[in-house]
């Protein structure tokens, strides 16, 4: 999951599906400066970490959002928003103690 989302295309391809039902691989590839067989490539790693569906249509490949799996990347990460959140507080004490 983590290598999944590690790489910025793969994040910019989760964005645009997260604000559309189904995109066609043209349409994504036409937001990147690279080819199809790259965006291709990015999908197949997003695809192997169930973050996208796809589907064929005729002769297109339709792409579409599976967001359940970054549950497991939000919950990782609201430890750490806790660990900061608690750090920061301390900070504010200490600070307005020097007061």
């Known amino acids: 999951m983590f290598v999944a989302i590690a790489d910025p295309t793969r994040r910019k391809l989760i964005r645009l599906l997260a604000n559309a039902d189904e995109l066609p691989l ?5 937001q990147f400066q690279m080819g199809r067989t790259a965006v291709s490539k990015h999908l197949t790693i997003l695809r192997e ?3 996208v569906i796809d589907r ?8 579409r959002l599976n967001a359940a799996p970054l ?4 919950d990782w990460l ?5 660990f900061w959140k608690e750090r920061v507080a ?6 307005s103690e020097d007061k």
Do not use: C, M, P, W
């Not at 043209?26 to 036409?30: M, V």
């Not at 609201?78 to 806790?82: G, N």
């Open 26 to 30: 043209h349409e994504l590839t036409d």
């Open 49 to 51: 970490a169930s973050l």
């Open 56 to 63: 064929k249509v005729g002769r297109e490949t339709r792409y």
């Open 71 to 74: 549950q497991e990347v939000k």
């Open 78 to 82: 609201s430890f750490y928003e806790e």
């Open 90 to 95: 301390l900070l504010q004490n200490l600070l």
